[in-house]
């Protein structure tokens, strides 16, 4: 059996992707529809505090395309606040108007094909690290969430390669990455065991074409060339808490 890698891992990670109801919410009379509005803006402004406290994150995006309208994603140090946090949203007056289309499960992991030689105690005290495991999310203007997996083909199997053969191919994908930076904020997330693919990656710019582009270059990588299965993009722009409002209204 090839040799499995071992993750350090970070915050619980849910992103809720809805369609809107827009011709239920046309028919509510003014004062229904500016309840409905303060209700979530206050729901959003409640994860700002939570953010500002370092206590977990979130953000809001509208998303483009017919496969959803917005999306929420949800950082917490527990699956329990998770799951509270996902009730108290189907709890929201605005719930009645939003038809789930799409959610994925996950915790923001590094893993130590990255690592060198350090074990996992040493590697969560390196600060960078510690940013990438518990951050503190920029509100950019763009947001590409996409799940993926890595291939099990015939010959084309990422985990019957050896390990050495697999940091050399993640040491070689990580400099790609590593061009983009301050262009792209990129965040990968494991599901192994906890949802239908085995990764997600969430990536905030301020600049769409980035993502076009880090995702390009990437295709040209061994590492997503010969191995890399990818499910859907989703892409949108970000709504701001005191914008809600203009967005429903």
Not at 51 to 58: L, Q, T, V
Request: hydrophobic share 35%; glycine share 6%.
């Amino acid at each position: 059996m090839s040799e499995p890698v071992s993750t350090i891992d970070g915050w619980y990670s849910l992103h809720l992707l809805y369609s809107v109801d827009w011709a239920g919410l046309r028919v509510l009379d003014k004062d229904e529809r500016n309840a409905l509005t303060e209700e979530l803006q206050t729901f959003l402004n409640r994860q700002e505090e939570v953010h500002e406290k370092h206590e977990g994150d979130y953000a809001f995006y509208n998303i483009m395309g017919h496969k959803a309208d917005i999306i929420f994603w949800l950082l917490r140090p527990t699956a329990d606040e998770l799951i509270k946090l996902e009730l108290e949203i189907n709890k929201l007056r605005v719930a009645d108007y939003l038809i789930p289309t799409y959610s994925y499960v996950s915790i923001i992991e590094m893993s130590s094909y990255l690592g060198g030689n350090k074990t996992p105690e040493e590697m969560m005290e390196i600060p960078h690290i510690q940013q990438r495991l518990y951050p503190s999310l920029e509100k950019s203007k763009y947001i590409c969430f996409y799940p993926m997996d890595k291939k099990r083909d015939l010959q084309d199997n990422w985990y019957m390669l050896p390990m050495e053969e697999r940091k050399q191919l993640m040491r070689d994908h990580g400099m790609i990455g590593r061009k983009y930076a301050g262009k792209i904020k990129q965040y990968i997330t494991g599901s192994q065991g906890l949802d239908k693919y085995e990764w997600a990656v969430t990536l905030l710019s301020d600049d769409m074409l980035e993502f076009k582009k880090i995702i390009y270059e990437m295709r040209f990588d061994e590492t997503s060339a010969r191995y890399g299965v990818f499910g859907d993009f989703y892409v949108g722009g970000h709504i701001p808490n005191d914008a809600v409002a203009d967005y429903f209204g």
